[in-house]
């Protein structure tokens, strides 16, 4: 049963994408949408199998000859990824409106090239050994180089997408050469065995892995100073694919942060780095937020705030407490909701107006109140602030620095959220509140079936954050196994 | 379930519900918000006999870490009272106050909400679920003074609001981690935590942290010195708000907290007289600037914070009982001051003073009667329930010993005095100019008369009130009115008071109107007080200043630091050399690379640096 349901949950997009290809190009987005949000279900089923039990291990010969296996394993972290990933690239393939004319993305391509995004994020989930998890993430890399370069809205969205694989791919030839030092040295690539594997290695080897490990990481995750790829992408990337590396890639980069870094090594290495993580977390936080802060450009604003939210996810890892690394976990989600959501709000913002600038919106809330209203949760969300979801992983992930015992970094930590508040609550000012400008009083808000998909995300926000206890369990109940329980 | 968890859960449930009666009219609306904050009200009052010193489970929020649970001592009751009850009557005034407003649903909504997170942050004794509820009521506070978006100062006012206490805030979440994680084993639960406190198992670096982080946040909300800059903005609010969240209820929370703190903190090095000095400063600062305001709603809310400031006095003194008795008196009369300025400001079109055209007494005699009432018991007049509640302060201040404290104390009564009674003069007497006014209806009259009668009145239940404390285990002796009187008559605090009264008449006599008495004589102090000593300016320089540092300093980083990785005149020359290739132009890469390059090296920079 299980097994069945995680091949089909991988297999579904892979196939929706070969077969968009013999759609009917208007009725391709319906058809991409109809085929994530199966997956999505599939996935949200295989969620619910494994909650609470172990892991679901699955192997299938390939390449029987030469002893190749698929490989496949589904703890609690990875469901959390897998559930977040799908969910989210599926709302951003859903949401676009239909008669959103801001690029041609009505062709089978684009979508086909969607849904390999959505399953190279699900197999980065699943992948149980090191050489399937690299090809997986290196799958992430190349449907998003295409959709930028081929389908992005700047004129220089060629050379922005080459920045963008230069970079993340840098990053990746970074872990995929830990990950070869591993094999070379233990001549293991079962994930999960290594834990047991990486106690027996030399600590000054460890100490290296470690490093490229989190560098590896970073780059994906937007870690200063290897940041300055995820502004210019966001601004040029066709809008559903922007909304699907905002919700689910980012995502990719704090599992494999901690699948990789904060769960096997051993407790004395992840101490030593516990420190300059933290410092290099603060500056991701604050140069993010200050610079989403001074952003007028709607989308470089939500990948700076992005990056600033990456800080607080590191903050939470390098505290290598329980709660710390719970609160980045969970921010897989709460991140996700909140940034999905504030990605859409920016899409209505610019398909109703046509405007890209901060500084050319203003008074919307009379004419928008739907919009306002989401953008106001998502702001919230964002900021950390109670009732909504942002809240719960921000303060685990204040405790967890907290227990470091450096009391200037915690409190730095916790600062940081009056600036995510002032970013996030001056976009909100500046683009709803006020008088209406006189260029934008005939603007009407969106019809409804566009604004579904912001409302469930904004209800979901509200009802994490209500109500958290089930989803605090699915966080803590990840880590238990993983010696993190809280 | 019990009537602890009701009494949070109908508010909260009144919030959720709200759509509905959208779909039914303004009028459903109007009706569907009285009944759920009366109803709340009612199961408030049913508390009274659960009074006791214990604590009452609600449920498990978060499994195996946070509880919500309840005190059911006096300090908490109370507040609970205060915040339904008078939610409940301005629930009631809020009818015919917004009468003319298109939808209420956003209205009714948020005050709800904060109805329902008011009560929760007085009940609660989880450390953590204290601060979602403190969160809560800062984000309706937020929502409710930007009620009139298209105003840009609303939307600013707000803006400023949720940031500042924010920034207070940092130093409450602060508090509570330090206190979870120095205990063994680690809790938010505050009886646990006083048990760990009590037993010495809490080292005092531990306490100091907490202590004075919590200071930072009680500062926040309580609109204190140095953050005390966001209320006076907040009064963009409906009035209906600010008597409420601004005056009655949300502000209160810091002062509650210190209350709460008092017993657990009191012996940390400094803490108790900070509180004090904090309060006291605030107190006399806060006053000089409400002389000069000519903003009604403004100088309210400049008063709010000088009486706040008196109660953290008095929780800085030690004095349970002070703080508490100020803190129900003051938000009946200040609450029935806002009230009967809504009306007047609603009827006369302008929140300025000078522009009312005077003698609204005349025409609104109800009004101005039960403003008068309200300004007779800011004053500390004797008898009106201001009097008693300010002469244990100073009377608490006298025995802490805090001589800064008491002289500043005595001042800010003097200026209570001069300016309440110049905004009185302002607005209520002469001869009227405008146009012709009339008293409000029976919506409006009702709360008006309860609140008025209740400012006459509610030093009366000083046994109730202390009968209470004292069955609750709070640092309170039972004291009837007998007892009450003959404490004072027979204090010294008595005669600061009376003579700070008179000071304060004898300046208005002789100058009725300060504002102007100060810009003539002294057109420097005039221009100092009217910029609210610079704080403002301050902080707003920090916020600007920060925008820049992203626009210029970092922006700058990004684009020729990280991105270029060498400067731009080497790469143009390269662009322009290869036209044929520029999409994927080998020069560009190789600068990329370089970026990255550097990067690396910054990191292991500090690698090296921090290891």
Known sequence: MASTLMGLTLLVPIVGAIAVIFVNSSRVRRFAGGVALVTTLLAIWLAVLQYGNPPIEVAWSWIGGLGIDFEFHLDGLASILMVAAAALSASAILFMPHEYKGQEVEQSSFYGWMLVFLAAMIGVALAANTIQFYLFWEALLIPSTAMLAFWGDLENRGKIALKYFVYTHVGAVLILLAILWVYSTTGVTDIYAFRETLASVDPSILRVLIWLFVLGFGFKLAMFPFHSWLPDTYEASPLPLAI????????????????????????????????????????????????AFAQKNLRRFLAYSSMSQMGYVLLGIGSAHGLGVGGATFHILNHGVAKVLMFMVVAVLIYRTGKNRLDELGGLATTMPVTA????????SLAGAPPFSGFHSEWMIFAGVYSTGHLAVAVLAIAGAVL??????????????????????????????ILAPMLVLALVAVIVGVYPAPFFEWVTGALGPLHLGI | MNSYALVLAIPLAGTALMPLAYLGGKKLENLFANIVVFS?????????????????????????????????????IFLV?????????????????????????????????????????????????LYVFWEIVGLTSYALIGYYYTDPKGAKAGLKAFLTTRVGDVGLLVGVLALYFGTEPHTFNFFEIADAIAAGQVSSTVLAVAAFGMLVGAVGKSAQAPLHVWLADAMEAPTTISALIHAATMVNAGVYLMARTYPIFS??????????????????????????????????????????????????????????????????????????????????????????????????????????????????????????????????????????????????????????????????????????????????????GILAVGALTSWLAVDFITGQGEASGLAIHGMNVGELIHHTISSVAVVYSLVAIGLGLLIYFAVKDTGRAIEKGSPGLFKLLRAGYGFDGFYLAIFHGVRDLGDTALAAIDKYVLEAGVNRGTASFFVGAGKAGRALHPGDVSYNVIGVVTGLLLVIAVMFLAV
């Open chain 2, 40 to 76: 709340t009200a009612g199961v408030a009052l049913s508390l009274i006999p659960t009074i006791g010193k214990g604590e009452v489970t609600i449920m498990e929020w978060l499994p195996g870490l946070v509880t919500l649970t309840a005190f059911n001592d006096s300090l908490s």
């Open chain 2, 81 to 129: 009272l205060v915040a339904a009850c008078i939610g409940a009557l301005i629930a009631l005034y809020s009818t015919e106050y917004m009468a003319e407003e298109k939808d209420l649903l956003r209205y009714w909504a948020t005050f709800t909400l904060f109805v329902g997170g008011m009560i929760g942050l007085a009940l609660t004794s989880n450390l953590l679920i």
């Open chain 1, 244 to 291: 699907a590396m905002a919700g689910g890639m980012m995502g990719c980069g704090i599992y494999g942060i901690i699948r990789f870094v904060f769960t096997p090594f051993p407790a004395e290495i992840v101490a030593e780095l516990a420190f300059p993580i933290m410092i290099l977390a603060l500056i991701t936080l604050y140069y993010g937020g200050i610079m």
């Open chain 1, 420 to 449: 995510s508040s002032a970013y996030a609550l001056s976009f909100v000012r500046y683009a709803f509140f006020g008088h209406p400008k006189e260029s934008l009083q005939d603007v009407k808000e969106v019809p409804l079936k």
């Open chain 1, 373 to 380: 209203l989401c953008a106001t949760v998502g702001a919230f």
């Open chain 2, 267 to 448: 012996g940390v090095p400094g803490w108790a007289d900070t509180v004090l000095l904090v309060g006291a400063i605030t107190a006399f600062l806060t006053g000089t600037l409400a002389l000069v305001e000519p903003d009604l709603k403004r100088v309210l809310a400049y008063s709010t914070v000088s009486q706040l400031g008196y109660m953290f006095a008095a929780a800085g003194a030690g004095s349970i009982l002070a703080t508490q008795f100020h803190l129900i008196n003051h938000a009946i009369f200040k609450a029935l001051l806002f009230l009967c300025a809504g009306m007047v400001i609603h009827h006369v079109g302008s929140r300025n003073m000078y522009e009312m055209g005077g003698g609204v007494g005349r025409e609104m005699k109800f009004t101005g009667t039960c403003y008068l009432i309200g300004t007779l018991s800011l004053c500390g007049i004797p008898i009106l329930n201001g009097f008693w509640s300010k002469d244990l302060i100073i009377g608490a201040t006298v025995e802490a010993g805090n001589m800064a404290g008491l002289v500043l104390l005595v001042l800010a009564a003097v200026l209570t005095v001069a300016y309440s009674f110049r905004a009185y003069y302002l607005v209520f007497c002469g001869e009227r100019k405008g146009e012709h006014l009339h008293d409000p209806g029976i919506a409006v009259k009702i709360p008006l």
